[in-house]
């Protein structure tokens, strides 16, 4: 069997449908519609229901799923085990949100270089959407981020809440604020940030990477929502100020992981990952609940 054929199959059970897939995979529509096909024939079975709605899986594009994880997942770990650099016995790649590389990740990647030193790292900044493709399809081993969407054979574990405050450049800076930047921390976010600002109108800037956000504010002047962990820093040193009388906000921090693996390196880089959540609720006094 082509492996490109189980790629694309993981990449139209995860978008949903076929353009999407083809999106993904910088592919025309008609090469994700070929390759299924020829799968299909492969297995003797249907794995999709075309429809107006998408490609739903059939039961036995359910009972391949599986299969196709693994066939991915094999040719994977086989690059990287015969890819390794000498004195490497093993790797492992991580992909998490930009805001979460701020402060938390490094501390586990410090972390991992100092009990496995012997662990090759592959590092990645990603969004929801790309992350949970990666793990479906194999190419990333644990995913951290905010908002993930459950998906057969994934495990979802909550590591933290973040607390979101408002930020300012000047401590009289007044709100509502025409400077005011939105970031997009997604869904969970948006609908509490519109319940308690229903009437506000429509920011003259928006963005999806809050490092962008953080840097307009800083030498441009205006505010916006971050974590607290990210902005502690800044507002003792004076750079940033909170601003008074506004409510915050928190965002769960999540880890995402295949449920099959079981692998030592992996068992061992989720458990440094939960350590590093625990100090992190310690230290901002948030408890998962």
Same mark, same amino acid.
């Given at each position: ?52 709605? $998408?490609?739903?899986? /059939? @039961?036995?594009? &359910?009972?391949? %799923? ?8 094999? +040719? !994977? ?65 644990? $995913?951290?981020?905010? /908002? @993930?969407?459950? &998906?057969?054979? %994934? ?8 607390? +979101? !405050? ?124």
């Amino acid at each position: 069997m082509d492996i490109e054929f189980a790629r694309t199959f993981l990449a139209v059970a995860a978008a949903g449908n076929f353009v999407g897939a083809a999106q993904r995979l910088h592919v025309t529509q008609s090469t994700v519609s070929a390759r299924i096909q020829a799968l299909e024939n492969q297995l003797g079975a249907i794995l999709f229901r075309r429809g107006r709605g $998408g490609a739903e899986l /059939t @039961p036995a594009g &359910r009972r391949f %799923l599986r299969h196709a994880k693994t066939l991915v997942q094999t +040719l !994977v770990q086989a690059r990287h085990d015969v890819g390794l650099p000498a004195g490497f016995r093993g790797s492992l790649t991580l992909s998490g949100r930009i805001a979460l590389w701020d402060g938390f990740l490094p501390r586990w990647v410090a972390q991992m270089r100092q009990t496995h030193a012997d662990i090759s790292l592959r590092l990645e900044v990603g969004f929801e959407e790309g992350i949970m493709q990666g793990l479906v399809q194999g190419t990333v081993d644990i $995913g951290v981020m905010y /908002t @993930p969407e459950s &998906r057969p054979g %994934l495990g979802i574990e909550r590591l933290f809440e973040e607390v +979101l !405050v408002l930020v300012a450049s000047e401590p009289d800076r007044p709100w509502p604020d025409k400077g005011y930047i939105h970031m997009d921390w997604g869904p969970e976010f948006h609908a509490q940030f519109t319940t308690r600002f229903p009437e506000m109108e429509p920011p003259a800037i928006t963005a999806n990477i809050g490092w962008l956000v953080m840097q307009q504010i800083l030498h441009c002047g205006g505010s916006g929502y971050f974590p607290l962990r990210m902005t502690r820093e800044l507002i003792e040193q004076g750079e940033l100020w909170l601003v008074k009388n506004s409510p915050s906000f928190t965002l769960s921090a999540y880890m995402v992981y295949p449920l099959s693996r079981q692998e030592d390196i992996l068992v061992s880089a989720m458990n440094s990952l939960r350590d590093l959540a625990a100090e992190e609720r310690a230290a901002g006094a948030i408890p998962v609940r």
